[in-house]
Structures are given as structure tokens and as C-alpha cells.
């Protein structure tokens, strides 16, 4: 019902910096939050920045400062630009969504891109 599109992955040296963008489609009534995780190899899925729908954002301390997280409502797209990455910014990054949908109204479930990689050569 609800289809996560991202792009914007890619190769870069450190210090340099990607913006990712992730588009929300389907049968959408409201979304309540779009956020990034990562997962690097080895490594547990995390959280790298959250947007909510009353403009809060949340950023994990690992990129504050260097990673800023945007939406677009009338696109249904979150943005994410990192700038000043390191190597230990390579991973996949996932987009995530919590939707209301036609189907269900009333409940926001949870959707999730494909994912795209970033690598960060140092």
C-alpha cells in the first residue's frame, strides 16, 4: 500500500558530503514521521535521524551537527543531508515511514525503503 522510494546514495571521500532523498507513495491519509536508519556490516540497524509531524527532529549523537534532516509534506519526501561524513558513516540507510493509510485510518504503521549505500572512503 504504501511504496518508499530513495536515492541519493553513493561513493565519497571523507569530508565530503550526499544528500539522500526518500518519496513516500501509495495510499497515504497522514504521516506521522520519516526518518534514516543505517546498518553498517557487522552491525545492528540504528537510528541516524527522525522528522515527526509536529516539526520535532531527533538525531543520533553520532551525526548532530553534521547530518540535518528535512521534509517536504506536500511531496511526502524526507531529505537527508550529511555533510562532513567519515568512514565510519558507511553503511545502508534505510528510509523509514510511519503511515496512516486508507486502509487504516486511525493506526500509523511502519514502511521502510529498500535502502541505499553510502560509502565513505577515508
Known amino acids: 500500500q504504501v511504496q518508499l522510494v530513495e536515492s541519493g546514495g553513493g561513493l565519497v571521500q571523507a569530508g565530503g558530503s550526499l544528500r539522500l532523498s526518500c518519496a513516500a507513495s501509495?495510499?497515504?491519509?497522514?504521516?506521522?514521521?520519516m526518518g534514516w536508519y543505517r546498518q553498517a556490516p557487522g552491525k545492528q540497524r540504528e537510528l541516524v535521524a527522525a522528522?515527526?509531524?509536529?516539526?520535532?527532529?531527533n538525531y543520533a549523537d553520532s551525526v548532530k551537527g553534521r547530518f540535518t534532516i528535512s521534509r517536504d509534506n506536500a511531496k511526502n519526501t524526507v531529505y537527508l543531508q550529511m555533510n562532513s561524513l567519515k568512514s565510519e558513516d558507511t553503511a545502508v540507510y534505510y528510509c523509514?515511514?510511519?503511515?496512516?493509510?486508507?486502509?487504516?485510518?486511525?493506526?500509523?504503521?511502519?514502511?521502510w525503503g529498500q535502502g541505499t549505500q553510502v560509502t565513505v572512503s577515508s
Open positions: 523509514n515511514a510511519v503511515v496512516a493509510t486508507t486502509r487504516r485510518p486511525s493506526i500509523g504503521l511502519n514502511y
Open positions: 501509495g495510499s497515504i491519509v497522514s504521516i506521522d514521521a
Open positions: 522528522s515527526f509531524s509536529n516539526s520535532l527532529t
